[in-house]
């Protein structure tokens, strides 16, 4: 059975840091570009980050750069989601998916390419 279960999110205060995990289990993330996404009370699920199968190329949604990185361990069948100098703004359910193909392009990575949702993490960020 397909799964994506992420871990990770909680309370952290303004200018903190939390590292989100997705693990998957059922299929092999090898050959999967993989994504974050998140949705905030009242507002569309947007896109946070996205990183290819290798692992060579990453994009970022502009209200996170260079705040945020995003990595992947295959080995362990895990993507990662780095989230520094966290603002209350970031607050929001954070989701994992797998996109369709294995490069992270702004034509794949859309809620509506997703091919496969985790079940999402909260985060929120408050002081």
């Known amino acids: 059975q397909l799964q994506l279960v992420e871990s990770g999110g909680g309370l952290v205060q303004p200018g903190g840091s939390l590292r989100l995990s997705c693990a998957a289990s059922?299929?092999?993330?090898?050959?999967?570009?993989m994504g974050w996404f998140r949705q905030a009370p009242g507002k569309e699920r947007e896109g946070v980050s996205c990183?290819?199968?290798?692992?060579?190329?990453?994009n970022f949604a502009d209200s996170v750069k260079g705040r945020f990185t995003i990595s992947r361990d295959n080995a362990k069948n895990t993507v990662f989601l780095q989230m520094n100098s966290l603002k209350p703004e970031d607050t929001a359910i954070y989701y994992c998916?797998?996109?369709?193909?294995?490069?992270?392009?702004?034509?794949?990575?859309?809620?509506?390419?997703?091919?496969?949702w985790g079940q999402g993490t909260q985060v929120t960020v408050s002081s």
């Open positions: 998916a797998r996109l369709p193909g294995r490069l992270c392009l702004t034509t794949n990575w859309k809620a509506s390419r997703v091919t496969y």
């Open positions: 059922g299929f092999t993330l090898d050959y999967s570009a």
């Open positions: 990183i290819s199968s290798t692992g060579g190329s990453t």
